[in-house]
């Protein structure tokens, strides 16, 4: 399996919501998730763990607690993204986290290297109670999020100039408003 430019897979990864029913081999699976375990985290924190989801009744209960994802129960597999308690030195951000947004940095990895190979993943926020009590996540634990992953059952558009805003609108020079 040929792998594309990290340039490439960041400018045509698209969210894939519909999957041939194929489940990742282990070690294709493995190497999305080192990509994961790579990710930046404050003090090297490493603030992620992965539960891998093959069992369709499990699938199709998360999907009846996420918002507009029905589609993940006729995913092949999915991962949960579970955050441990949040240590407050690295807490800055009220309610929030430094550790979630470095979580939220191992999922990128993860979806871009699933892309770079081929796979298609989706951001799937849940009712984060429910499902971490379905998957026994202890309560000190936050679900950032469920990602289905799976072979793309059509093949995803590819993205030109006119998909995104202009890069000159989003910049600015020492300080906001300064173009």
């Not at 998730?33 to 069992?55: H, K, M, V």
């Not at 009220?94 to 190979?117: H, Y």
Request: glycine letters at 4%; proline letters at 8%.
């Amino acid at each position: 399996m040929e792998s594309m430019d990290v340039f490439e897979a960041i400018r045509n990864r698209c969210a894939v919501r519909q999957f041939k029913p194929d489940v990742i081999p282990d070690d294709i699976l493995f190497k999305i998730l080192e990509a994961a375990r790579w990710a930046p985290s404050p003090f090297n924190t490493q603030p992620w763990e992965f539960i891998i989801i093959r069992d369709k009744e499990t699938l199709k209960f998360i999907s009846r607690y996420a918002r507009y994802s029905g589609y993940l129960e006729e995913a092949p597999m999915a991962i949960a993204v579970v955050v441990p308690p949040v240590n407050e030195k690295f807490s800055w951000v009220e309610g929030i986290g430094e550790t979630k947004f470095a979580a939220a940095m191992a999922v990128q990895n993860m979806m871009l290297a699933a892309w770079a190979l081929g796979i298609g993943t989706c951001w799937v926020s849940t009712e984060r109670d429910k499902v971490g009590k379905m998957l026994k996540v202890p309560k000190t634990h936050f679900v950032l999020a469920v990602i289905p992953i799976g072979y793309p059952l059509t093949p995803p558009p590819i993205h030109d100039e006119s998909f995104r805003k202009a890069l000159k609108d989003k910049i600015f020079y020492e300080k906001h408003g300064m173009r």
